[in-house]
């Protein structure tokens, strides 16, 4: 039986990655991207089905850890003909941080994922290649709190 209308994600089982590792992984389709006049955590907006396919897949690689607590790098490379009108890099790389962290509204609760919060990211590298198949790749890198050279 279905209580919630979605799924806020699981509560970890492992301790969170440590400082120095990094996760990479790779999704079909665009990312979810950054939409400020409606949130793509809510199941009504119409790009919701990218945001759930994002966490199934950080979720399946985290692999039971916790979040992380610390800095983290994030590359993100996207392959597809081409991008959503009017949307950029900037765009789906807001998507993609507020997809790994945790967050709540009025009609959403979801855990974190990868990390706690989006202001964790400390550094990131975003890239456009055209082909003809959608898809995106995740580098995640766990910085430690030393980090001065990016």
Not at 29 to 38: E, R, T
Not at 97 to 119: A, K, N, Q, R, W
């Amino acid at each position: 039986m279905d209580i919630l209308p979605y799924d806020p994600g699981v509560l970890p089982t492992l301790p969170a990655p440590s400082a120095g590792e990094r996760i990479s992984f790779r999704v079909d389709g665009l990312p979810p991207y950054k939409d400020v006049s409606h949130s793509i955590r809510s199941v009504t907006h119409p790009r919701y089905r990218s945001f759930v396919a994002l966490r199934n897949a950080a979720t399946e690689i985290m692999n039971g850890r916790a979040w992380y607590f610390g800095p983290v790098k994030l590359d993100l490379t996207i392959h597809a003909p081409s991008m959503h009108p009017n949307r950029g890099l900037n765009d789906y790389l807001g998507g993609v941080m507020d997809t790994l962290d945790g967050s709540s509204g009025f009609t959403f609760t979801y855990l974190p994922i990868v990390f706690e919060d989006d202001c964790q990211v400390c550094a990131c590298a975003t890239r456009f290649v055209q082909t003809d198949n959608a898809f995106y790749a995740l580098e995640i890198q766990f910085m430690g709190n030393d980090v001065v050279d990016l």
